[in-house]
C-alpha cells in the first residue's frame, strides 16, 4: 500500500464507491492517516521505542489478564493467555466505541469459551473486571496529562471538529 497508494485507493474506490460514497470517503481518510503515521517506522530509533513500549504494554496486559483470571479461578495457560491476547488485539482493532466497550468484552468473552471456559456468565465477569483494571488507570493518567498540559475539554472538542 505504501509504494502503490494511488493504485490501492483507485482500486478500492471502484470496489466501494458503489456500495456507500460516503463510507468509501471516511475508509480512504483513514486508510491514507493510517499510512502516513506508518511513516514514524522508517526512523529506526522509533521503531525500537515502539517495539519496546509494545512489549512492555503486552507483558503488562497479560499480566492482568492473568491475574483476574486466578482470581476467578480459571485455568488459563501461557499459551492460553496468548491465545486470549491476540484475539482480544486483534478484535480491538475493529472500529468499535470509545474505549473498546463491547467490542473487547464479546472477544475476551469468545475467546475465553475457545480456550475451555464453559459458563459464558463466568467469561462475561472476567471480562468486564478485566477491562475496568485495564480501563480506569488509562483513562485516569489521560485526564491527568491533558490536566498537566493545560488542555481543556473544550479545546479537545474543538480540535476535533476541525478535524472532522
Given at each position: 500500500v505504501?509504494?502503490?497508494k494511488e493504485k490501492f485507493f483507485k482500486t478500492f474506490s471502484k470496489v466501494c464507491e458503489p456500495i456507500s460514497p460516503k463510507m468509501s470517503h471516511w475508509v480512504q481518510k483513514s486508510a491514507n492517516s493510517f499510512i502516513e503515521g506508518l511513516k514514524v517506522l522508517e526512523q529506526g530509533k522509533h521503531l525500537m521505542a515502539i517495539c519496546l513500549l509494545s512489549g512492555v504494554i503486552g507483558?503488562?496486559?497479560g499480566g492482568i489478564y492473568y491475574f483476574v483470571a486466578v482470581a476467578f479461578d480459571i485455568p488459563l495457560t501461557i499459551p492460553g493467555l496468548l491465545f486470549l491476547l491476540s484475539i482480544?488485539?486483534?478484535g480491538t482493532?475493529?472500529?468499535s466505541s470509545p474505549g473498546f466497550i463491547g467490542t473487547f468484552h464479546y472477544f475476551c468473552i469468545q475467546g475465553l469459551l475457545l480456550i475451555g471456559v464453559k459458563?459464558?456468565?463466568l467469561a462475561l465477569s472476567y471480562a468486564i473486571v478485566?477491562?475496568?483494571?485495564?480501563?480506569?488507570?488509562?483513562?485516569?493518567?489521560?485526564?491527568f496529562f491533558c490536566w498537566r498540559k493545560g488542555f481543556s475539554f473544550r479545546q479537545i472538542q474543538t480540535v476535533r471538529a476541525?478535524?472532522?
Open positions: 505504501k509504494y502503490q507483558v503488562s496486559l482480544i488485539f486483534l482493532m475493529l472500529p459458563d459464558k456468565s478485566a477491562h475496568l483494571i485495564q480501563y480506569i488507570p488509562e483513562s485516569l493518567m489521560g485526564i476541525q478535524i472532522e
